[in-house]
């Protein structure tokens, strides 16, 4: 476990960017060829066709979400408000995740139940044809929600604190504005605004959110509400 998630961080700080030494030192991340299939007690619990979407995935998409605040009405994923589009997942990065989170035992602790509240920052959606499964990360209660078909699962990834923190980071700080392709009339998950009318569009759907953000940290000692309520999967 040790070795890896070091291989892994240094190969993330590279990825993303970092001081030139740190560049400079990280090596290539391989998969543990020990851990290639979705382990069994994840499979079990989130059923095939989810399985399925994850596995063979034609992309991933992420968005950074949060809490739905009180009396929101923007864009939400899985009941969450998204705060933006933190960009397409490659076929590597896409790779290194579910190789770490779903198919290394060392990284997911089955028998424990933490005592913290689970706090959205990332969803991954992998999309397969017309079908999908979501995906959150949160942080620092670490853990990972597998969201498909109105249900939800939740795993305790305590021991991969690192390696979820070092792809949340990156992927927030590259987010921008989520734009809604049904919006704009355009095909893709993701929309992006091309004229100055499309532009002010987007910036109004996204002021209730912006506010929001805003006034987060005078709300953060407030009872939390909705889902997150659940306590990590044993």
Same mark, same amino acid.
């Given at each position: 476990m040790k070795r890896i998630s070091t291989v892994l961080l240094a190969f993330l700080f590279g990825l993303y960017g970092s001081p030139a030494s740190a560049q400079e030192a990280a090596p290539a991340w391989q998969p543990n060829p020990e851990h290639s299939v979705v382990l069994e007690e994840i499979a079990s619990a989130i059923g /095939?066709? %989810? =399985?399925?979407?994850?596995?063979n995935a034609e992309q991933v998409?992420?968005?950074q979400i949060t809490n739905r605040p009180e009396n929101y009405t923007g864009y939400t994923i899985d009941g969450m408000a998204i705060v933006g589009f933190c960009g397409i997942i490659n076929q590597e990065l896409q790779t290194m995740i579910t190789s770490e989170l779903f198919m290394?035992?060392?990284n $997911? @602790?089955?028998?424990?139940?933490?005592?913290?509240? $689970?706090? /959205?920052?990332?969803?991954?959606?992998?999309v397969r044809g017309v079908d999908f499964t979501d995906v959150l =990360?949160?942080?620092?209660?670490?853990?990972?929600? $597998?969201?498909?078909g109105g249900r939800v699962n939740t795993f305790n990834a305590k021991p991969a604190a690192q390696?979820?923190? %070092?792809?949340?980071?990156?992927?927030?700080?590259g987010k921008v504005d989520f734009a809604s392709p049904a919006l704009f009339n355009q095909l893709l998950p993701i929309g992006v605004a091309q004229?100055?009318?499309?532009?002010? =569009?987007?910036?109004?759907?996204? &002021? /209730?959110i912006r506010n929001w $953000?805003?006034?987060?940290? &005078?709300? &953060?000692?407030? %009872? /939390?509400?909705?889902?997150?309520?659940?306590? @990590?999967?044993k």
């Open positions: /095939p066709s %989810a =399985l399925e979407n994850i596995n998409f992420c968005y290394n035992p060392d $997911i @602790v089955f028998d424990v139940t933490e005592n913290c509240i $689970i706090r /959205p920052k990332v969803m991954l959606r992998f =990360l949160s942080s620092p209660c670490h853990a990972f929600a $597998i969201f498909y390696i979820i923190d %070092a792809l949340i980071n990156p992927l927030i700080k004229t100055e009318e499309q532009k002010q =569009l987007l910036n109004k759907k996204n &002021e /209730p $953000i805003k006034t987060q940290e &005078e709300e &953060e000692n407030n %009872a /939390p509400k909705g889902w997150n309520k659940l306590k @990590v999967k």
